[in-house]
DNA sequence: AGGTTGGTAAACAGATCGGTATACCTGTGC
DNA sequence: GCACAGGTATACCGATCTGTTTACCAACCT
């Protein structure tokens, strides 16, 4: 599993990371429309001349936030994953273990590629591609981890029925995603997580019968 | 099944209607913070002494369009538990035909209230508790069409198990919708509808086999 | 010794933001 | 006959927005 894209295009000089932590936390906590390059550098303790200096816009700094909010999430998934072992179930549950500690530290208001796309009208918008892209790949993850990538072990289930059970573990993440961050009722990472063994229960058990 | 709030803070007037439904299509296609009070004045063809007559201040404009938009999707939601019969089962099933549709017509970006939460960050906001307000709606919605509301029909659950199957299907829900909004898979109502039938049937027939 | 890199400090530019003010017009109800 | 509600048109306000500019400084590498 490749952790592909994010080539980064900025040289992240100590004042560079300090500028997009700031960013990260800002544009995630109040939205990216509401704060201005001015705050930004403030909370940075940098001049707005070495913030144009490093990212050349705001709109790069946005795509840059976008792009290493994938990329620490991804990593956080991937030691889940790796402390689950090679069984598809227990894999595809982890991700939900994942999503829970990274919510309680990072998602106070939900899913940061759906509150950016809610701001981000524009298709051609560089960060579009980042946002779409990890949904996507989260999409082929769920699939894959049921599939492909479950090489020969038990559990293993026929393509067709990864694909829907993959697509079914898909909204019950985002569902979780959204509930954690408005708040709809307690840990909602939990509820699709049994729900999720459920589910993987059955296929896996008929997979076994066959 | 009452349609709480929305007392209507302002008088529609024609004018005020027009306003209305160019801030509706903006702020949903655009983001909220994107779109200043100059545009949605000249879209409606109404000038901003019109507007501020009317609403007062921005703010409350996005509080009634959110709350104008609640009350739209609630009416399409009323119409179509209203074919679907008494039946916990396809009354449920109507929820996700309900957003089919809905999603169609309205939802090219994805639930306007959860894209609202994204770029409000002071819960203190007038519209933060019309946002909130819908989804624990949405979800008390859920778990009564299974227990309370469902009267003495045939499929009603016990009220802890309606309660588990009511957020699993806010899950699915709101996944769907995500999912939707972000182009993830090709109609993702139609899946989290074949899903909710499967656990339906399941929850009904171990009702009806108690 | 000297150029490059990564900074600080601070002023500035042009546009746009939410919101207000003044003057004028028109239909309706009493 | 006349006030009033609901408008149009337009200019204006202070604040804030993204982005630029000029001047200076310290560390590092050759």
Chains 1, 2 share one sequence.
Request: hydrophobic letters at 45%; proline letters at 4%.
């Amino acid at each position: 599993m490749e952790t592909t894209g994010t080539p980064r295009r900025v040289t992240l000089t100590p004042a560079a990371r300090r500028i997009l932590g700031a960013a990260a936390r800002l544009f995630y906590e109040r939205g990216i429309h509401a704060v201005g390059v001015d705050l930004i550098a403030a909370e940075a303790g940098v001049t707005k001349k070495t913030l144009y200096d490093r990212f050349g816009s705001k709109e790069q700094i946005v795509v840059e936030y976008l792009a290493d909010r994938d990329e620490r999430w991804r990593a956080v998934l991937a030691r889940h994953l790796e402390a689950a072992g090679p069984e598809p179930a227990a894999r595809v549950l982890a991700v939900f273990d994942a999503s829970r500690a990274w919510s309680a530290e990072h998602g106070a208001k939900g899913c940061g590629m759906v509150n950016a796309h809610a701001e981000i009208s524009d298709p051609s918008h560089p960060a579009h591609a980042v946002i779409t892209g990890q949904k996507q790949w989260m999409l082929t993850l769920f699939t894959g981890l049921l599939g492909d990538d479950a090489g020969d072990v038990a559990g293993r289930i026929a393509p067709e029925e990864a694909g829907r059970l993959g697509r079914i573990l898909m909204l019950l993440h985002e569902g979780a995603l959204v509930a954690h961050g408005l708040r709809v009722f307690a840990d909602p990472f939990v509820q699709a997580r049994e729900e999720a063994r459920t589910l993987l229960a059955a296929a896996g058990g008929a997979a076994a019968a066959r």
